[in-house]
């Protein structure tokens, strides 16, 4: 998609270089490489926020990253306290970007937000979504024996909107999740 998006944007100051001579302006060399990168950035912006998700330039085989965005609730196993916990997971996505955020509502002693994130296709119209975080307690309500820690997340997201994986952390903790994605609003 890079690619096209360059080409693109070359295409752009080709034609806007010809209709500069057309009307007979004379420096219209020095606009035409501000021009590449203006069309390019600004093509990017697009289809980092609005274009990659067009059905259209998926069925062309332009774009093919999963749209998995949205807020997932349901339960967090713990393997050590053999509790399960409501969880929120939020997913926010762009064509280039993600940041998933995990908290426990009943809990409120800490939240965890990615640091990397990595989707895979899998099997049929499944994504695998890894990704690592970082979890910063909030001192004034969590235990004594509870500091900040990172983690990492293996989780699989069906089309039907189910997410469910395990996580491990520093502390030596695991668990399993499973959410069921929330009807956008």
């Known amino acids: 998609m890079l690619s096209t998006l360059a080409s693109i944007s070359v295409l752009i100051a080709i034609v806007t270089s010809a209709l500069l001579q ?5 420096y219209d060399w020095l606009v035409s490489a501000p021009t590449v990168a203006a069309s390019f950035a600004l093509l990017y912006k697009f289809v980092d926020i609005v274009a990659w998700r067009c ?23 713990s393997k050590h306290t053999g509790e399960a916990i409501r969880a929120r997971v939020r997913i926010e996505q762009t064509w ?3 940041q998933v955020r995990l908290d426990l509502p009943e809990a409120a002693t800490s939240s965890s937000t990615s640091v990397a994130a990595s989707l895979t296709p899998i099997g049929h119209n499944d994504v695998q979504l890894v990704y690592t975080y970082k979890n910063q307690i909030m001192p004034a309500s969590a235990d004594d024996d509870m500091r900040d820690h990172d983690g990492t997340a293996d989780v699989v997201i069906e089309p039907g909107g189910r997410l469910t994986g395990r996580y491990f952390n520093a502390r030596g903790r695991q668990g399993e999740l499973r959410l069921e994605r929330e009807a956008a609003k």
């Open 22 to 26: 057309k009307i007979e302006f004379e």
């Open 96 to 98: 280039s970007r993600m």
């Open 55 to 77: 059905q259209w330039l998926r069925a062309l085989g332009l774009i093919d990253i999963p749209v998995v965005d949205g807020t997932y609730v349901g339960l967090l196993h």
